[in-house]
C-alpha cells in the first residue's frame, strides 16, 4: 500500500509517495510512474511529473509491485491529475522610448486565466491585456529602468511569471526667452536659448519662413502692415536619445512707418 499527499499536482511539482504501510516480509518493491520503473525502497520520497504540451489535466497512474521471499506479489495502483504548465510570457512594443511615449503590452501567456501585472513604478493591472501604459521618467539628464514583472494563476491554482525591463529615456526641457519682445521694425529679436538636457540639437522656427540651428541665435523681423504683428517663435531642441521637446514665445513688431512730404 501507499499514499499520496495530494490528488492533483501542477506540471513539474514534486508530491510526496508514503508506502510506509506496505506489510507481509517485503523484500522488493516495483514501481511503476506511468512507464518509468524504479526499485526505490524509500518509505517517503518525492517524485513529479510534466504536463508541457495538453491544455487539459492528465491522469498519471503510479502502480507500486511488492513481493516477498516465497516469491509472492500484490500490486496496488492509484492515479494523480497533472495540471496544465502555466508558461507566463509577454513583449514590449518597445524596450527604449522616450517619455511620454505609452509602452504597449502583448501578452503570450499559456494556461492562465489570472493575471498580475507588476510595472515597477507603485502601478500595475490585473487585465489579461492591459491598456497601454506611460512610464514617467521627469529627469532631463537620466535614463530611467522599469522591471515589469508578470504572475499568472490557473484555475488550478498553478502559476508561473515572466519579466521585461523598458528603459524610458531622460526629456530634454526646451525654453527660452527674448530680452526685448516687442520693438519696431526692424526687430533684429535675439533669442536666449535656456534649454536643459544630454547633448542638445536646437531647431528654431521663426514664423516667417525662416529657421536656424544655432544655439542662441538672432533674426530680423519685419512688418510693413498697418498694425501689430504677432509672431510665433519655436524652439524644437532633440537630445542624443532623439527625444524632443518644444518650447514657443510670441515676438510683437510694431508697424512701420513711412515718412514722406513734397
Known amino acids: 500500500r501507499f499514499t499520496i499527499e495530494q490528488s492533483g499536482i501542477c506540471s513539474a511539482e514534486s508530491f510526496e509517495i508514503d508506502r510506509r504501510t506496505s506489510r507481509g516480509g517485503i523484500t522488493a518493491y516495483e514501481w511503476d510512474f506511468d512507464g518509468t520503473t524504479d526499485n526505490r525502497s524509500d518509505g517517503v520520497f518525492s517524485y513529479s511529473f510534466e504536463n508541457t504540451a495538453s491544455p487539459v489535466p492528465l491522469s498519471r497512474p503510479i ?9 509472492c506479489d500484490s500490486s496496488i495502483t492509484r492515479t494523480i491529475s497533472v495540471y496544465p504548465e502555466v508558461r507566463a510570457d509577454f513583449t514590449l512594443d518597445d524596450y527604449t522610448v522616450c517619455f511620454p511615449w505609452p509602452t504597449v503590452f502583448t501578452n503570450n501567456t499559456e494556461n492562465a486565466d489570472n493575471f498580475n501585472w507588476d510595472y515597477g ?13 506611460i512610464f514617467n521618467n521627469f529627469d532631463v539628464v537620466s535614463d530611467t529602468n522599469f522591471t515589469i514583472r508578470l504572475i ?18 531622460a526629456k530634454p526641457d526646451a525654453e527660452f526667452y527674448f530680452p526685448v519682445m516687442v520693438d519696431c521694425p526692424p526687430f533684429v529679436a535675439e533669442m536666449v536659448n535656456e534649454s ?9 522656427e521663426f514664423g516667417d519662413g525662416y529657421t536656424s540651428t544655432a544655439e542662441n541665435p538672432s533674426h530680423l523681423f519685419e512688418n510693413n502692415t498697418s498694425g501689430i504683428s504677432d509672431v510665433p517663435v519655436r524652439l524644437i531642441v ?8 518644444t518650447a514657443e514665445h510670441t515676438l510683437s513688431i510694431y508697424p512701420n512707418v513711412a515718412v514722406s512730404f513734397t
Open 63 to 71: 502502480t507500486l509491485t511488492v513481493s516477498n521471499a516465497q516469491g
Open 121 to 133: 513604478d507603485g502601478t500595475g493591472s490585473n487585465d489579461e491585456d492591459p491598456d497601454a501604459h
Open 152 to 169: 499568472t494563476r490557473s484555475i488550478y491554482n498553478c502559476y508561473d511569471s515572466a519579466m521585461q525591463s523598458v528603459t524610458v529615456y
Open 196 to 204: 536643459d538636457g544630454n547633448s542638445l540639437n536646437y531647431f528654431w
Open 238 to 245: 532633440t537630445s542624443q536619445r532623439t527625444c524632443r521637446d
